[in-house]
């Protein structure tokens, strides 16, 4: 069964430091997601992209993370410096989007991968 | 500005007993309401799904119930087992930028069925 890859499962750094996380989509999946989930709340987006293009990033806080989806294939998010308050639970996840009418629609399923749980001390 | 409100945060149910959890949304806009389950160390995955144009949709012992006009929707466990002691998100979507929704989660519900 196909599946939404992510690296690193965890990852503990200091404050200040730089982070990178790794997502490989279900293949032919083009719409592809980042979000954050801090301890016992929902799923927060960060970015979204369609193809290797953002579609919405409003709440990604740029000063210090980028998100970047190159091929439109996999996808890298990035913090730099990481601060106490970034300490979560980083998802990504990809959905299938169709067409209908020679415009895309996405099916409105995701799939998440398991996750990269970041620490920062 | 949190547009999709669930209730309760946590639940606890006797096996055999049935789960209620209500979710509430603001924007019209939305037409795809999911839920997704969600186990400790994994990320969430889809139960049932739901569109407005529907007012239930059953799927074996899980059942959405959607009440458009109150603009709100809720997922019933009957016989609820140990094994659904989980994590659960109510979402909508809707909303179309080029072509794309935008997934909206609630807070999630901690379900514990107790054996």
């Known amino acids: 069964e196909a599946e939404v890859a992510q690296s690193p499962r965890y990852k503990i750094t200091e404050k200040s430091q730089a982070v990178a996380f790794w997502c490989d989509p279900i293949?032919?999946?083009?719409?592809l997601y980042w979000y954050r989930q801090i301890l016992g709340q929902g799923p927060e987006l960060l970015v979204q992209f369609q193809d290797e293009s953002v579609v919405d990033d409003s709440q990604l806080p740029k000063d210090r993370f980028s998100a970047e989806r190159l091929k439109g294939v996999d996808s890298t998010l990035k913090i730099q410096p990481a601060e106490l308050g970034d300490s979560a639970m980083y998802l990504c996840?990809?959905?299938?989007?169709?067409?209908?009418?020679?415009?895309?629609?996405?099916?409105?399923?995701?799939?998440f991968g398991e996750g990269s749980r970041l620490t920062v001390l | 500005q949190q547009q999709v409100k669930q209730s309760p945060q946590s639940l606890i149910v006797q096996k055999g007993g049935i789960s209620i959890i209500n979710c509430a949304y603001e924007n019209t806009a939305f037409d795809y309401f999911p839920w997704y389950q969600q186990f400790p160390g994994k990320g969430p995955a889809l139960l049932i799904a739901?569109?407005?144009?529907?007012s239930e949709k059953k799927e074996g012992r899980f059942t959405i119930s959607f009440n458009k006009s109150a603009k709100q929707f809720s997922l019933h466990i009957m016989d609820s087992q140990p094994g659904d002691s989980a994590t659960y998100f109510c979402?909508?979507?809707?909303?179309?930028?080029?072509?794309?929704?935008?997934?909206?989660f609630g807070r999630g519900t901690s379900l514990i069925v107790h054996p």
């Open positions: 739901i569109r407005p144009d529907v």
């Open positions: 996840a990809s959905s299938l989007a169709s067409w209908v009418r020679g415009r895309p629609r996405n099916t409105g399923e995701l799939f």
């Open positions: 979402a909508a979507m809707g909303g179309r930028f080029r072509g794309s929704y935008i997934p909206t």
């Open positions: 293949s032919g999946h083009a719409t």
